[in-house]
């Protein structure tokens, strides 16, 4: 801690409540001790200076620039047009990318109902070809020629040759 007769300390120190705070010079202790007469509650070497309360300043942690120091971000080096033209080429991709969904979701399910059209006529087409081959199977032909008088043997007679 420096001493009361140091001079003024560059780099000031917060004591409690805020306030900065600097070291008084011995010429200060003098003046203060004919003007004060007992001493005050503060007289531990210290002085205020200044306001308790900060300025915008002083939280600023960067060191400031000036407006030609300061670099350019890619939204201001861009035009408007240029960014009108991006925007409306994002927003036709985005629109047809919507419209390719909505085509592909369709087609699915165009796509699922043909599945179970052919499904369903695959099986109505082995129903119907299951009664074919009942009406005309060899039982069913033996019984209906049995029933026009026609007789099964055993030899069927002597092979014919086609010359």
């Not at 960067?62 to 670099?71: M, N």
């Not at 890619?74 to 919507?98: D, E, H, K, P």
């Amino acid at each position: 801690m420096p001493s009361p007769s140091d001079g003024p300390s560059s780099d000031p120190a917060p004591r409690g409540g805020g306030a900065v705070f600097w070291s008084r010079g011995a010429a200060d202790d003098a003046a203060r001790a004919s003007a004060a007469g007992p001493h005050s509650a503060n007289d531990s070497g210290w002085e205020r200076h200044g306001t308790a309360l900060r300025e915008w300043d002083d939280l600023d942690s960067t060191a400031r620039r000036s407006s030609s120091d300061r670099t350019d971000t890619v939204l201001q080096g861009v035009s408007t047009g240029r960014f009108a033209l991006v925007l409306l080429l994002v927003a036709g991709v985005f629109t047809l990318y919507v419209g390719h969904v909505h085509a592909t979701t369709d087609l699915y399910t165009q796509l699922q109902q043909a599945r179970t059209t052919n499904q369903q006529l695959h099986l109505k087409h082995n129903r119907l070809e299951g009664a074919y081959d009942r009406r005309t199977g060899p039982s069913v032909i033996y019984e209906r020629a049995r029933a026009l008088g026609l007789r099964e043997s055993v030899t069927y007679g002597p092979p014919v040759h086609v010359e």
